[in-house]
């Protein structure tokens, strides 16, 4: 039982406090602009896909309605990663500036 999150076995527990990380994570990230906003949701993504990964791997047994968040998790990441892609390709600013000097 992890004291952050007490009540659940430590693997539940583990489990919530990513759930509560990945929305703050995804949500600051959106308040970002630019390739900072891309970075943030990419980042959002790769930490939902390896929690679904991780607790597939360490068989961490989730029951209920953290089963159903879990599988919210795994359709976020993909969401995230599509909204990092449509910011990728249509709201930054690229441009490359030379220095005569």
């Known amino acids: 039982m992890l004291p952050l999150h007490s009540g659940h076995p430590a693997g539940e527990s583990a489990f919530i406090i990513v759930l509560a990380l990945v929305v703050v994570a995804a949500a600051f990230a959106l308040t970002r602009g630019g390739w900072a906003r891309v970075g943030g949701l990419v980042g959002s993504a790769l930490l939902a896909g390896s929690t679904v990964i ?20 795994e359709i976020g990441t993909l969401a995230l990663l599509g909204l990092a892609g449509f910011y990728a390709l249509f709201d930054t600013d690229v441009s490359v500036t030379f220095d005569d000097g």
């Open 54 to 73: 991780a607790s597939e791997a360490f068989n961490i047994a989730v029951h209920g309605p953290l089963h159903i968040l879990g599988h919210g998790l």
